[in-house]
């Protein structure tokens, strides 16, 4: 990672990794200590009894969470993730609470948190074992959060621990920077707050920026009547920051040689005493999140199987609609290339290609354990990628500032031995390890097992909205009228999302041809062995059972995909041989060595044309229609909807429920069908 001084304006989103010591706590074990500033990452006491007494306790989690209606959703914030032992102790008590109280089976736990510099995951890893060693109830805990670790760049990274109705954001960068970009304003009538604050920075004499104004105004913006905080600081200027930005301060017991620690609660105008918490909090009945039951998606390309996943996995029943099968359209391919499209760092945190390939990246891999439950095909075949940086917009510089997990750049010896390149000059390259190529098939049949997700064959002609209800009619497979009722809509129908209504935009339409053929045993052994991204993309796989449902595949064959052409206004789905030879050309031109080991006859290659849709700003869209309450819509992703619609459809299912979204209010405002961008019509 680079070193650049964090001062320098082009370097402000570069993040710092935490640098940690260690200390002898009261009992002899180890305990880290923040290189930054020389304070404990948790007590020398018992971190987690400290974190369970301060936070737990004192937020009256126990008494709250259990008290959860079904489906609602319970917001805690925190500042200072630390080591993730609030985090690890707060999974704990919601795992067992689920465990004994039926009603929460629906009920979801939103855990945000912030951290401006995070443990390097190596270190994570040393001191997370410690505490399974002390406490190991923690162990079933510790290695999913491991193994969902994200790289370390700024900007709001997505866990997901859907098994356990858990979502996690883990904002890095500036705390009060990264709660100013939570969204408040959907187009939504119930709007989302921070139900519980953890204030678990460092000790405000050693680091004070994270008890700022600027962040105490974050908290009053995001919190409402009602909302607790606690923190073991009873600091001048923590006490004078929450008094003044709406909260009423209590002094209570601390932990261990701690005197005193704080609890905190927003002020209403119906009860100002917080002597008695837990029973105020179990006189509150009123209805502040958003429920429903019944959502209709249409269209079951990427985008309309995404959203209908993360509805479901919200406990919403979802009918998904097509006109013809599940992938019928440009999703169908027979593989995608999942990697990124990068950018210079210091905007890496409003890249959406960026926000969005790291989310899916993880959304496959915890797929791929699902697959392995049912006996199924992957969903994505870890390969890395190179790209030769013939068409981009870094270069080996800038990648220079990436964490090397996420990008870097290889020698050329390292580049030749990677791909099995023999004559290509790749000096300038930019290796992508964690790319891979997902299986579109496979991912569909996963999500189309969750319980909650019904396929239906229609072709939808109407679509309205009363205040009650929303109503689908169309045509099924047997020829026969069909209408359907759900509280909410959602298009996913891409280039006819416009055709079903004229305030979704009426985006360019590209057709893009994807070619393949099966190579002989001679070919394969020279060709490159993992994806490379030049001015197309060309990547070798081997198909798996299932793959012919879609395509002209045969199993276990192995296969060189290329693609793909690029043909503006034509929506035709033909092939056409010549489109297979405008990627044949782009790969020879890239990589001339390939012309002697590609065929030149490519009339016996099979291949797939799609329609991808564009906006004017490149932008898909996503949110809620102007003037409507139940119809809304994620389209327009382009040729990146594998990377893209996980994350826009989690954006979208909390904007539908009023929580808090996994992108910053500014990006929420780019991907909005009514943006300023989209009022003017293509020419």
């Known amino acids: 990672m680079s070193t650049a001084n964090p001062q320098n304006p082009k370097h402000l989103n570069v993040i710092t990794p935490a640098k940690i010591d260690w200390q002898s706590d009261d009992t002899g074990n180890m305990v880290p200590v923040s290189g930054e500033f020389g304070d404990v990452y948790f007590s020398h006491a018992d971190g987690l009894a400290e974190t369970r007494?301060?936070?737990?306790?004192?937020?009256?989690?126990?008494?709250?969470?259990?008290?959860?209606?079904?489906?609602?959703?319970?917001?805690?914030?925190?500042?200072?993730?630390?080591?993730?032992?609030?985090?690890?102790?707060?999974?704990?008590?919601?795992?067992?609470?689920?465990?004994?109280?039926?009603?929460?089976?629906t009920a979801r736990l939103h855990f945000?948190?912030?951290?401006?510099?995070?443990?390097?995951?190596?270190?994570?890893?040393?001191?997370?074992?410690?505490?399974?060693?002390?406490?190991?109830?923690?162990?079933?805990?510790?290695?999913?959060?491991?193994?969902?670790?994200?790289?370390?760049?700024?900007?709001?990274?997505?866990?997901?621990?859907?098994?356990?109705?858990?979502?996690?954001?883990?904002?890095?960068?500036?705390?009060?920077?990264?709660?100013?970009?939570?969204?408040?304003?959907?187009?939504?009538?119930?709007?989302?707050y921070v139900d519980a604050w953890f204030l678990d920075g460092f000790a405000p004499s050693c680091n004070s920026t994270l008890w700022a104004d600027s962040i105490f105004a974050q908290m009053q913006r995001l919190s409402r009547p009602d909302t607790t905080a606690a923190t073991y600081s009873c600091a001048g200027i923590v006490k004078r920051g929450l008094r003044e930005h709406d909260f009423q301060i209590k002094k209570v017991r601390g932990f261990g040689r701690k005197r005193e620690m704080l609890t905190a609660v927003m002020a209403n105008a119906k009860s100002s005493n917080l002597a008695n918490d837990n029973n105020h909090h179990e006189a509150k009945q009123e209805t502040t999140y958003s429920t429903f039951e019944h959502v209709v998606v249409i269209g079951a390309g990427v985008s309309g199987l995404l959203t209908a996943w993360s509805l479901a996995n919200r406990s919403i029943n979802v009918t998904l609609l097509d006109?013809?099968?599940?992938?019928?359209?440009?999703?169908?391919?027979?593989?995608?290339?999942?990697?990124?499209?990068?950018?210079?760092?210091?905007?890496?945190?409003?890249?959406?290609?960026?926000?969005?390939?790291?989310?899916?990246?993880?959304?496959?891999?915890?797929?791929?354990?699902?697959?392995?439950?049912?006996?199924?095909?992957?969903?994505?075949?870890?390969?890395?990628?190179?790209?030769?940086?013939?068409?981009?917009?870094?270069?080996?510089?800038?990648?220079?500032?990436?964490?090397?997990?996420?990008?870097?750049?290889?020698?050329?010896?390292?580049?030749?031995i990677a791909s099995g390149l023999k004559e290509q000059n790749l000096a300038e390259n930019l290796y992508l390890p964690q790319s891979g190529l997902v299986s579109p098939q496979a991912l569909k049949d996963i999500i189309l097992t969750h319980p909650l997700i019904r396929f239906k064959q229609l072709e939808v002609n109407k679509i309205n909205e009363t205040e009650q209800q929303a109503h689908i009619e169309g045509i099924n497979k047997n020829q026969e009228s069909v209408t359907i009722t759900a509280d909410h809509i959602v298009i996913c129908a891409a280039f006819e999302s416009h055709q079903l209504d004229e305030r979704i935009f009426d985006c360019r339409k590209i057709r893009g041809q994807l070619s393949w053929f099966s190579p002989s045993t001679e070919q394969l052994t020279k060709l490159p062995k993992i994806p490379l991204k030049y001015s197309g993309y060309c990547a070798l796989f081997n198909a798996q059972t299932g793959d012919n449902e879609l395509n002209t595949i045969i199993a276990d064959k192995p296969y060189l995909l290329l693609g793909a052409s690029f043909i503006r206004n034509d929506i035709g789905t033909d092939i056409r041989d010549e489109e297979h030879q405008i990627s044949r050309d782009k790969l020879i031109t890239a990589i001339p060595e390939m012309a002697s080991i590609i065929p030149k006859d490519t009339s016996l290659w099979q291949g797939r044309a799609g329609i991808r849709t564009q906006t004017p700003d490149y932008h898909p869209i996503v949110g809620q229609l102007v003037n409507s309450q139940r119809i809304w819509t994620i389209s327009a992703m382009g040729a990146k909807g594998y990377a893209l619609a996980p994350v826009c459809a989690e954006a979208l299912a909390d904007m539908m429920l009023g929580s808090f979204a996994p992108l910053s209010e500014a990006m929420l405002a780019r991907l909005s069908p009514n943006r300023t961008r989209l009022q003017i019509p293509l020419v």
């Open 112 to 192: 945000i948190t912030t951290e401006k510099f995070p443990i390097p995951l190596a270190d994570l890893t040393q001191i997370l074992a410690l505490w399974g060693e002390r406490a190991p109830e923690l162990m079933d805990f510790i290695q999913p959060l491991l193994a969902a670790y994200p790289p370390l760049i700024a900007g709001c990274h997505r866990l997901s621990f859907s098994y356990d109705n858990l979502t996690v954001d883990m904002w890095l960068g500036d705390a009060a920077d990264s709660l100013s970009k939570l969204a408040l304003d959907h187009s939504n009538q119930h709007t989302p």
């Open 323 to 416: 006109k013809s099968a599940p992938l019928a359209g440009a999703s169908g391919n027979p593989r995608a290339l999942l990697a990124p499209k990068m950018t210079p760092i210091h905007h890496v945190d409003e890249h959406l290609h960026t926000i969005g390939y790291l989310y899916s990246s993880r959304l496959y891999r915890d797929l791929n354990q699902t697959a392995i439950q049912l006996n199924t095909a992957p969903v994505l075949e870890p390969t890395g990628a190179l790209d030769l940086l013939i068409k981009a917009n870094i270069g080996t510089e800038q990648i220079a500032d990436y964490p090397d997990e996420m990008a870097t750049t290889l020698s050329h010896e390292q580049a030749q």
């Open 53 to 105: 007494h301060v936070f737990i306790e004192h937020n009256q989690l126990p008494e709250r969470l259990a008290q959860l209606a079904p489906k609602q959703c319970f917001t805690i914030a925190e500042l200072g993730f630390g080591t993730g032992l609030n985090l690890l102790a707060t999974w704990q008590l919601w795992r067992q609470l689920r465990e004994t109280n039926p009603q929460l089976a």
